[in-house]
């Protein structure tokens, strides 16, 4: 008897078929064991920089075309468990590589894993709103630039959807829904210090998930290894995780 694929399969079933298109590469490969080098899609063209994603027991590795030989040279000299690290970005990038960003743990939900939080918190937000700028402050340009801000130049941003919450006309806590699968569909959020551990940041995705999912169909999370805090959001709200990523910043040509 035929049945229907189960909401956990088909969602994972689109996410992998945004993972290959990010990468440039067929959905057959990120089931491929081992390590491969991949030419990246749309979202990576023009990136001067090491991107490395990790997907089951597959890693896929880009990098732009002046680092294909370090990386094939790492890919054949270093055990796939053992390639998606700092280290190994870092030899790939050589002399012109940067800081490492990540790991950063990837996760989605769709309609029928979503948990809504109680208690909806927060609207959406003209990114021209003073509030920011002090939230900014507080929060320090790590944290802002973590949770996905740097779209926000001058008051004003492109393809991304703000939102925030107000405690006694205070602005104690922002959001941002930023492009995935080309729609506003990719969380970031941000608490001023003083205001954390009270669930703001759980109410404010959750509304941001319940205002863009009838839209989107799919919402994506990324955070940090070490932000448990964060991390902890996305598990209470349904996410499920699908992937990680490191990436090291190259020095301009």
């Known amino acids: 008897m035929n049945r229907s694929a189960s909401p956990v399969s ?3 079933d689109l996410v992998d078929a945004a993972w290959a298109d990010a990468l440039g590469c067929p959905i057959s490969q990120l089931h491929a064991p081992g390590a491969h080098l991949v030419p ?3 979202c990576l063209a023009g990136y001067r920089g090491i991107y490395m994603a990790r997907l089951d027991h597959s890693v896929l590795v880009y990098t732009p075309p002046t680092h294909f030989a370090a990386a094939r040279q790492a890919i ?3 055990a796939p468990e053992e390639l998606f690290t700092a280290t190994s970005c870092l030899r790939i990038a050589g002399p012109d590589g940067q800081e490492v960003l990540g790991p950063s743990w990837h996760g989605f939900v769709d309609g029928a894993r ?5 208690g909806a918190f927060g609207e959406k ?3 021209a709103d003073h509030g920011l700028d002090e939230l900014r402050r507080a929060c320090g340009e790590n944290e802002w630039a973590e949770a996905g801000f740097s779209h926000i130049v001058d008051g004003s941003c492109v393809d991304a959807v703000v939102y925030g919450g107000r405690e006694g006309g205070r602005l ?4 941002n829904m930023t492009d995935f699968r080309g729609m506003p569909a990719d969380v970031g959020v941000v608490t001023h210090p003083a205001f ?3 669930g703001l940041a759980r109410r404010l995705v959750s509304r941001m998930t319940t205002d863009q999912l009838p839209d989107v169909g799919v919402v ?3 955070a940090l290894h070490t932000n448990l805090a964060s991390l902890g959001v996305a598990g209470s709200l349904g996410f499920i995780g699908r992937g990680e990523n490191l990436a090291v910043r190259l020095e301009p040509a």
């Open 220 to 222: 994506r999370y990324r």
């Open 114 to 118: 979503f948990r809504a939080a109680e």
């Open 196 to 198: 954390r551990r009270r």
């Open 125 to 127: 937000l003209d990114p």
């Open 172 to 175: 104690v806590a922002a959001g």
């Open 10 to 12: 088909s969602l994972i």
């Open 40 to 42: 990246g899609g749309a």
């Open 76 to 78: 054949s000299t270093t």
